[in-house]
Each structure stands twice: as C-alpha cells, then as structure tokens.
C-alpha cells in the first residue's frame, strides 16, 4: 500500500479518474536508500510529470495516493514494492527489486 503525509495543504478540488493530471515529483529509493534520489521533475531538464489519473499509467502508489491530493497539494507518498515497481524494480534508475519508495509529489493542475 501507500502512506501520505501532508507537507502542505491544498485548496482546490480533488482531481476525478480520467482526468490529465499534471504534478511535480522527487523520488527517492536509489539503492533502497530513502534518502537517495533517483529523479525529479526539478532537475536540470526536466519539466512537471502528466499523466491520466486511475488509468494504471503510473505505479498504483500514484494513482491511489494523487486521487486524495487536492489541487496545490504537496505530499510525501511512500509506497511499498508491490505498489511501486515490485519484484522487477527499476535497475536503469537504481531501484532495487522489491523496494519501499518515497515519493515528494506536488499537484500543480487537473483537467
């Protein structure tokens, strides 16, 4: 499952199934370190992350943990392996397999 705590509140709707979802995110995990980071949205290069929220697009800690984030959000979402990237893990971004991830997720728009 996941764990959500709030960095900071939002105020605006919560964003429905379906719909484009647009986020800033830092992850964490690298070499099942938590304090490691393995990508961010905020790095050099990089721009906020969309996808269709519900439609499995994304790991399920995305999609069940940003379906309770109001617009304006931020949030800590730690996932557990089987709702992140399971037994495969993710090697090209140093996820070991069965990691425990911690995501720093900020929803910036729903449409």
Not at 51 to 64: P, R, S, Y
């Amino acid at each position: 499952g996941f764990e959500k705590q709030i960095l900071k509140e939002g105020s605006g709707p919560l964003p429905a199934r379906g719909q484009l979802v647009t986020v800033h995110c830092t992850g964490f995990g690298k070499n099942s370190d938590l304090n490691s980071k393995f990508w961010s949205t905020k790095d050099p290069g990089q721009q906020p992350f969309s996808f269709n929220l519900g439609m499995g697009k994304v790991i399920k800690a995305w999609d069940e943990g940003v379906a309770t984030m109001k617009i304006g959000e931020r949030a800590f979402i730690t996932a557990s392996a089987d709702y992140a990237y399971g037994s495969g893990g993710f090697p090209s971004w140093g996820i070991n397999p069965n990691s425990t991830l911690k995501f720093d997720i900020e929803v910036l728009s729903a449409r």
